[in-house]
């Protein structure tokens, strides 16, 4: 999908498009969650910020890449995941 991203935004910004991917942590997605409390213990420990997502932490980075502040960046894959992939296992 990374791959695929910078390709398309590569492909489509001569015409002023831009093109950019949110990759999501472990998010809780309603009732009843994929996440059990059992797997959600474990996840936080392997998140810095200490916490699974909510809809809303994905839905506040689409909403920056979709606004004027966010026009000069391309190709690009937001990771959305309270630090996870910094972490060290």
Known sequence: MEA???SIALE???????VNAIAPGPVHTGQPSYITPE???ELNRSIPL???????DIADAITFLCSKQA?????Q???????RTISSP
């Not at 200490?50 to 809303?56: I, L, N, S, Y």
């Not at 026009?71 to 190709?75: D, F, K, L, Q, V």
């Open 12 to 18: 489509i910004a001569s015409y002023g498009f831009s």
């Open 77 to 83: 894959v937001i990771r959305v995941d309270g630090g």
């Open 4 to 6: 695929y991203t910078r």
């Open 39 to 41: 797997a959600e213990k």
């Open 71 to 75: 026009a000069w960046i391309t190709g």
């Open 50 to 56: 200490g916490h699974c997502g909510q809809p809303e």
